[in-house]
Nanobody, 114 residues
């Protein structure tokens, strides 16, 4: 089992920044990707950004140039630095980790006010 614990969500004004963190513990050998998803009210969960164990990254078009995903392998932690936040970024953000199976965090609320 892989356990994921997120932190860093909150309320911010449009144009502001937040950094999300997700610490992984347990069977780390069962994952080689980590990433962030988000789900806004009434919408499907969508991928925001992901990173491989080798450092390759993928971003959703809507966040390119504004969000940065990174990892601290020594701490088994993935970060999502979110800049220039927009009201449409408001959602519950979920950390995910996977290789053959996908593991999910509990989610953290991000609210961007206009």
């Amino acid at each position: 089992q892989v356990n994921l614990v997120e932190s860093g969500g909150g309320l911010v004004q449009a144009g502001g920044s937040l950094r999300l963190s997700c610490a992984a513990s347990g069977r780390i050998d069962r994952i080689n990707h980590m990433g962030w998803y988000r789900q806004a009210p009434g919408k499907q969960r969508e991928s925001v950004a992901s990173i491989t164990s080798g450092g390759s990254t993928v971003y959703a078009e809507s966040v390119k140039g504004r969000f940065t995903i990174s990892t601290d392998n020594a701490k088994n932690t993935v970060y999502l630095q979110m800049n220039s936040l927009k009201p449409e970024d408001t959602a519950v953000y979920y950390c995910a980790a996977w290789r053959l199976s996908t593991y999910w965090g509990q989610g953290t609320q991000v609210t961007v006010s206009s």
